[in-house]
C-alpha cells in the first residue's frame, strides 16, 4: 500500500477527550474515529489489524475443535423471557420496539438464541458434545462510555458456548477453552495470567477471567510467580492451576491459604480481555435444552460459555506495547510488517530503489507500507513511529550512495545499515 | 471436516414457510435458521459460503483501488438529519433510542456516516480521490419480510462510496466500480445484466442495477442478445454499455430506440443483486463535505454509491444452481469442494482408505467433508446431493476390492470410476 493514496489520517495533536495511551495512540494514528458516544468507525489501519486479532482467535478456536456460525445481532425479546433475562438485564440492554410493535434487542451476549439454535437442532446424544463460536458485534448501552475501544458500546466479541451431556463433558470443555485463550493470547505476544472469578450476571460455578499484564492496565492484580514460569508452556493442566493464587486487587487476601510469600507474590496491572464459565444446566432447564440419551432418557444439556473482547483487545495490546511516540505493534496482529521510508521522493534513485524493495516484498507476501508521499523526513519518521509497524526500512540519497539502507526494529529501537539485498533476505527470511 | 462431529442438521422435509428454491434448500442443507421474521443465524454450512461471496467481493473490491473500513451498525439520528433523511425514510428504519434517550437508528445505509468521515478527514485535494468501502450487517425494518435471505431484515451488505474532486473523477470511479462488479460476479459463475436503473430514494441521476440470471428469478428482464456476448469479456467500456438494451419487464417498450429487433431480444428472469449510483453532491452539499482545491477553492466532494448484496447473493446463487435434489455450488463459493462418502463405516478397508483420501485431501489444501457417519448408503448420497459440493468421491467395499472408488460431478452430474491415485490427482490439480 502506497502512504500517497492510503487513508490515514493521523493527527499530530493529542485528542483531548482522550485519558489513556491506546485511546489517543488509535485516533492519532487514525485507525479509529468516533461517530457516536462509545461507537466507532474502524479505519483502514485499524481494521486490518482488528482483522488479524479476529483471524488468531478464530483459528485458535477452530484447532479447539469449536465451530463457528453467526448470530444476528438482532434478537427477540421473548427469547430473553424464557431465561427470565430480559427484566432482569437493565438499561445496558438496547431495546428496540420494531414496526409492528414486537419487541427486540440488539444481543449484548448470546446465551438465549445459541440455546434456542440448540434445542431446536441437535436431536441425539449421538451428536454431542458440540462447542459452537461466533465473532461478531455486541451492544452494551454502558451509562459512561470510555477509554475508547476499551469499553466502548457497540463491541467485537467472540463468543463460544459449549454442550454436553454432563458434568465431566462440560469440564472437558472447559479445559479444552481454557488452553486455547492461553494460545490465542501468546500468539499475539501478550502474557495472560487467568485468574479464579466469581461468576457474575451470567451464572455458573467454574469460572476464570484472563488478564494480559500491562503497566497502564485498569486492574491491579496479585499472582505466584509461577505463573510467569508457567507462562512458557503451551498446555496447564487445571489442577495445576487451581492451586495457584491469582486475583485482582479487591480480591487480594495475604493470609489466603494458597497466597505465597511475599518473595513469591508479584503485584502487577492487567486488563481483562476473556472470561470463561462453566454455566451448568441454568440456560437449558430455563429453556427445555435436552437431548435424548442412549437409553431414551431425557438429559438436560451441561453447558458453558466462553468470551473474548476481540475490538478491546486492540486496546490492551496496544496499553502492554507503546512508548512516547507511538505503538509498537507485535508482528502478529500489525496492519503491516514494513514501513518503507522514501527520505527523497522524486529523487530518481530513491524512487528506483524504493519501487524496486516495494515490489520485491510484496511479491513474497510480505506486506507493506510504503511512504511515498514528497514530505519532510522529520514527518515520516514520525508517522510510522506513530503507527508501530514492527519494521523500518529506509532509503535515502547519503545511504545509497554508499550502497546501503537502514533497518529499524520498532520493538527495540535496534538499527542496522545493509545492502538492499540483506534487508530484503532479512525481511523475507 | 468429518460429518459424524459438524453442526449440519439438514431436513428430509420441505419447510411450509419456505415459498422458493433457495430458501427451501438454505433450510433442508442446515445452513441457516430463522430466529425471528426476516432475521437468520448462519449455521457453520451457510457461513462458509457466506464467508466465500465475501472474500471474491472482498478481494474485487481491494484491486480496483477501494479501501476497506467498518462503520458501526448503529448511528445517531442526528447524522441523519444533516441531510434530511430522517423523516424522509419512513419506517423501513428500524428506530431506537438509548439510555440517555438519544435518538439512534440502526443504519439500512450509510450515505451520512461515511460522508461526515471523509469531511472529517480529508483535508486536501491532494488525498483525492478516495474509493471507501465496507461489508457490514444492516437493518430494513421490512413489512413482510420474505424468501428467506433473499429479503431478510438483517443482511449482510458491501457498501462502497467514492469521492472526487469533480464529474469527470466521479465518472472514473463509477466505470471502475461498474468493471469490478461484472468480475465480481463472474467469479461466481454468475451472468450479470447491468441495466440503466431509475436512481430511487439515494438520489442522483446515473445508475445501474445488476441482475443476475435465474429462471427462477424475481423480475422479468429484456436484454440485447449482445450482453451474451459481452459477458465473456472482462472489461465493457460505458460507451458501448450505454447504447444497449437492458431492462426490467415493468419497463420494457419495444418502440425505444435503442430496443433491438424481436431476434436480437432475449426475455430472461433475473435478481437484482448489485446496484450503483453516481450521486453527485446531494451529500456533500447538504452535509458541507468540501476539500480546498489547488487554488484553496472550496470545493464539494462529487460521489458515487455502490452496493452488493452480499447475504442476498447467497440465495440468488443457489436459484441459479440447483435441481430437485438440492443445491450445486460453483467451486468458487463452494463450502468444501469435495464430499468424501464412505459407504461402509466401519470395515476397515473402506475406513483405511477414506481416512487418507481424506488427510491427502487435507495436506493438499483441498477441502474435503468426510462423511464418516454410520449410516445408510441412500441418505448419504441424498444429503451430500443436497448440500451440493461440487464433487463427491465415494469408496464402497465394492469398488475397493477392484481397485477403484467412484468421482461425481454434481453440476454435470457425470460420474467416473478411477483409481484411489488418479481421483486425488483430479482434485489436486
Chains 1, 2 share one sequence.
Not at 420494531?98 to 431446536?120: A, C, K, S, V
Not at 503497566?215 to 508452556?233: C, H, I, N, P, R
Not at 508521499?373 to 506513530?386: E, I, S, T
Amino acid at each position: 500500500m502506497r502512504l500517497s493514496t492510503y487513508f490515514l489520517p493521523t493527527l499530530k495533536e493529542t485528542p483531548a477527550e482522550a485519558q489513556i495511551a491506546s485511546h489517543r495512540l488509535m485516533l492519532r494514528a487514525g485507525m479509529v474515529r468516533q461517530s457516536a458516544s462509545g461507537i466507532y468507525t474502524w479505519l483502514p489501519l485499524g481494521l486490518r489489524v482488528l482483522k488479524n486479532i479476529e483471524r488468531i482467535v478464530r483459528e485458535e478456536q477452530n484447532a479447539a475443535g469449536a465451530q463457528e456460525l453467526l448470530m444476528p445481532t438482532i434478537q427477540s425479546a421473548d427469547l430473553w423471557r424464557e431465561s427470565g433475562r430480559y427484566d432482569a438485564y437493565g438499561k445496558e440492554m438496547l431495546r428496540i420496539t420494531d414496526r409492528h410493535e414486537r419487541e427486540m434487542l440488539y444481543g449484548p451476549t448470546n446465551e438465549e438464541l445459541i440455546t434456542q439454535i440448540f434445542r431446536d437442532n441437535v436431536r441425539s446424544y449421538r451428536e454431542m458434545p458440540k462447542i459452537l463460536y461466533q465473532i461478531q458485534w455486541k451492544f452494551r448501552d454502558e451509562v459512561r462510555p470510555r477509554f475508547g475501544v476499551m469499553r466502548g458500546r457497540e463491541f467485537l466479541m467472540k463468543d463460544c458456548y459449549s454442550f454436553a451431556m454432563d458434568y465431566e463433558g462440560a469440564k472437558k470443555a472447559y479445559e479444552v477453552m481454557f488452553n486455547a485463550y492461553l494460545k490465542t493470547f501468546k500468539r499475539m505476544g501478550l502474557t495472560a495470567i487467568p485468574m479464579a472469578a466469581d461468576s457474575g450476571a451470567i451464572g455458573g460455578s467454574l469460572s476464570h477471567e484472563f488478564h494480559i499484564l500491562a503497566e497502564t492496565g485498569e486492574s491491579g492484580v496479585f499472582y505466584d510467580v509461577a505463573y510467569d514460569e508457567l507462562a512458557a508452556k503451551d498446555e496447564i493442566d487445571l489442577e495445576t492451576l487451581s492451586k495457584l493464587y491469582a486475583v485482582t486487587d479487591e480480591k487480594h487476601d495475604s493470609s489466603a491459604a494458597n497466597c505465597p510469600p511475599a518473595e513469591r507474590l508479584k503485584e502487577a496491572r492487567g486488563i481483562e480481555v476473556g472470561h470463561i464459565f462453566y454455566l451448568g444446566t441454568k440456560y437449558s432447564k430455563a429453556m427445555n435444552a435436552v437431548v435424548p440419551g442412549p437409553g431414551g432418557e431425557t438429559v438436560l444439556a451441561e453447558m458453558g460459555c466462553y468470551g473474548i473482547g476481540v475490538s478491546r483487545l486492540m486496546g490492551a495490546i496496544i496499553e502492554a506495547y507503546h512508548d512516547d511516540r507511538g505503538i509498537k505493534w507485535p508482528e502478529a496482529v500489525a496492519p503491516f510488517k514494513v514501513g518503507l521510508i522514501n527520505l527523497k521522493a522524486g529523487d530518481a534513485t530513491c524512487d528506483k530503489t524504493c519501487e524496486d524493495i516495494y515490489r520485491s516484498l510484496s511479491e513474497n507476501g510480505v506486506e507493506v507500507l510504503y511512504d511515498d508521499r514528497d514530505d519532510r523526513a522529520g514527518v515520516k519518521f514520525a508517522d510510522m513511529d506513530l503507527i508501530g509497524l514492527p519494521w523500518q526500512l529506509v532509503a535515502g540519497p547519503k545511504g545509497l550512495a554508499v550502497g546501503v539502507v537502514e533497518l529499524k526494529n520498532r520493538l527495540s529501537g535496534e538499527k542496522v545499515e545493509l545492502s538492499v539485498e540483506a534487508a530484503l533476505a532479512r525481511l523475507t527470511a
